[in-house]
C-alpha cells in the first residue's frame, strides 16, 4: 500500500532523511518509534508528500507519487492527524467533518453529514456535532480530527504524534479511539508515537529511527522483548523505566 524507495531528504545541509526503504502492507497498523530529532515525522509527511523527498520514490497503493499529481492521489488515497489538531476555528464540528467531502469528492450534504454522525459515533462524540473546537477539551478535538479522517474514507491514515500536545489526562482517551479503530477496521495506519504501551497492543509491526535512518524493524514481541540492535536497547531500557 506504502512504499519508500531510497528517500532522502534534505532541509539545506541537513541530511534528514538517509536512504530510507520501508514497505506498508494494505491494513497493516504500523509504528515508528525512535529519539526525537530522528526523522519519524518528516518520513511520514513524505508518504503524503507534505515533505517533497529530495531523492528517492514514494508509491501509494501502486502509484508513484509525484509532485505533479500527489494532491489528486493524496485526496483519494490518505487521510492525516496532525499533532495539532487543524480543526477550523470558525466552522462547527459538522462542517468541520463534512468540508472535504463535499467539496473535494462531490458527496452530497445528507451523505456527508450522515457519514460525520457514523464516525462521530465510532470516536463517542455524536453530542458535540454543533459545537465549535473551541468549546472542546484537547482530547476532544483530536478525536473530532480521526472523525475528519475517517469521514474522507481513504484507505490509509498517517498520524504524527496525535498525542504529544494532550495532557496525560487525556492522552488515553485519544488512544482508546486509535485502538478501536486499529482493530475493527481494514485501514492502513501509520503511526508516529512515543506511547509504548499503544505500540505493543496495536502494531502489527514496529520501525525504530535514528539519524534519519531505519535501523530495526519487527513484531511488537521481537520488539520489546528482544531487540537485536545495541541502540533500540538503549532506548527501550530508558524510556520502559519511566
Same mark, same amino acid.
Given at each position: ?42 518520513? +511520514?509527511?513524505?508518504?503524503?508528500? =507534505? ?6 520514490? &514514494?508509491?501509494?497503493?501502486?502509484? @508513484?507519487? %509525484? /509532485? ?24 462547527? +464540528?459538522?462542517?468541520?467533518?463534512? =468540508? ?6 462531490? &458527496?452530497?450534504?445528507?451523505?456527508? @453529514?450522515? %457519514? /460525520? ?47 504529544? /500536545? ?77
Amino acid at each position: 500500500m506504502i512504499k519508500l524507495e531510497h528517500v532522502n531528504k534534505f532541509f539545506g545541509d541537513l541530511h534528514v532523511l538517509k536512504d530510507v526503504n520501508l514497505h506498508v502492507k494494505e491494513g497493516e497498523k504500523m509504528v515508528i518509534i525512535g529519539p526525537s530529532g530522528s526523522g519519524k515525522s518528516t518520513t +511520514v509527511r513524505c508518504m503524503n508528500y =507534505l515533505e517533497v523527498p529530495t531523492s528517492g520514490k &514514494v508509491i501509494i497503493d501502486g502509484e @508513484e507519487m %509525484t /509532485a505533479r499529481n500527489h494532491i489528486k492521489l493524496v485526496r483519494r488515497t490518505t487521510s492525516m492527524v496532525f499533532q495539532q489538531f487543524n480543526l477550523y476555528p470558525h466552522l462547527d +464540528v459538522m462542517r468541520n467533518l463534512t =468540508l472535504a467531502p463535499i467539496k473535494l469528492h462531490g &458527496v452530497s450534504q445528507k451523505e456527508a @453529514e450522515e %457519514t /460525520a454522525m457514523h464516525y462521530l459515533n465510532v470516536v463517542g462524540l455524536t453530542d458535540k456535532a454543533h459545537v465549535y473546537p473551541a468549546t472542546l477539551s484537547g482530547g476532544q478535538q483530536q478525536r473530532i480530527a480521526i472523525a475528519r479522517a475517517l469521514c474522507a474514507k481513504t484507505k490509509i491514515i498517517l498520524f504524527d504524534e496525535p498525542t504529544s /500536545a494532550l495532557d496525560p489526562e487525556t492522552i488515553q482517551e485519544v488512544l482508546d479511539v486509535m485502538v478501536k479503530l486499529a482493530s475493527e477496521s481494514n485501514i492502513t495506519m501509520v503511526i508516529v508515537t512515543h506511547e509504548m504501551g499503544f505500540a505493543r497492543e496495536v502494531a502489527d509491526r514496529i520501525v525504530f529511527m535514528e539519524d534519519g535512518m531505519i535501523i530495526e524493524e519487527g513484531t511488537p514481541e521481537h520488539f520489546f522483548s528482544h531487540p537485536d540492535n545495541e541502540r533500540v536497547q538503549q532506548f527501550l531500557g530508558k524510556i520502559l523505566r519511566h
